[in-house]
């Protein structure tokens, strides 16, 4: 077969195009590979925040959880007699949250929900800006609660994931016998 000589020049040139564009492939291969792992690693970080994120909302709603469920007994026993008998203006008190190992998840500090609450120094601000309604009231409605002899009393529970990052508050009420 006879090539015409400028084909068979082409053919027959060895002055490195081969390996500049092998160069040049190679070179964009490897910035796809960069980007690649640079995205994943973004991705990865992404999630783990998230995820860290979201562990510490569970833990501060389990300590609110476990305020709620043991208020007298247990270890996150908050309404004491000293708390029950103290002026609501002033009444408070902090517990710890602990897992089922004893490791400490989240601190609940309850007070009493007043219009008139003085802050107390050593709770968060959170728990120290609460809404305010009036601490003792009537039972609500269908709560088949008498209004006749029964009273309501409201608190404010603000839970403190460890990290300190994530706050969790929620307003109860207790019923109680009329004096």
């Not at 006879?2 to 027959?12: E, F, G």
């Not at 190679?26 to 990865?44: D, H, K, P, Y």
Request: some cysteine; overall charge negative.
């Amino acid at each position: 077969m006879n090539l015409p000589t400028s084909l068979k020049a082409t053919i027959d040139n060895e002055h490195g195009f081969v390996l500049g564009t092998a160069i040049l492939i190679s070179a964009i291969l490897l910035l796809a590979g960069v980007l690649a792992m640079w995205t994943s690693n973004t991705e990865l970080t992404i999630v783990r925040n998230e995820g860290q994120m979201i562990r510490e909302f569970y833990n501060a709603e389990a300590g609110v959880v476990d305020a709620i469920e043991n208020y007298n007994s247990g270890p996150t026993t908050w309404m004491t007699n000293d708390f029950l008998s103290a002026d609501p203006t002033v009444a408070g008190n902090a517990v710890t949250s602990s897992d089922e190992n004893g490791d400490a998840v989240a601190m609940v500090e309850a007070r009493c929900i007043e219009p008139s609450a003085t802050p107390i120094a050593s709770f968060s601000d959170a728990a120290n800006n609460i809404p305010q309604q009036p601490h003792i009231g009537s039972p609500p409605s269908g709560s088949g609660y008498s209004l006749k002899y029964f009273e309501i009393r409201r608190y404010s529970l603000t839970a403190t994931s460890n990290s300190g990052n994530t706050q969790v508050q929620v307003g109860a009420w207790k019923v109680f016998n009329k004096f």
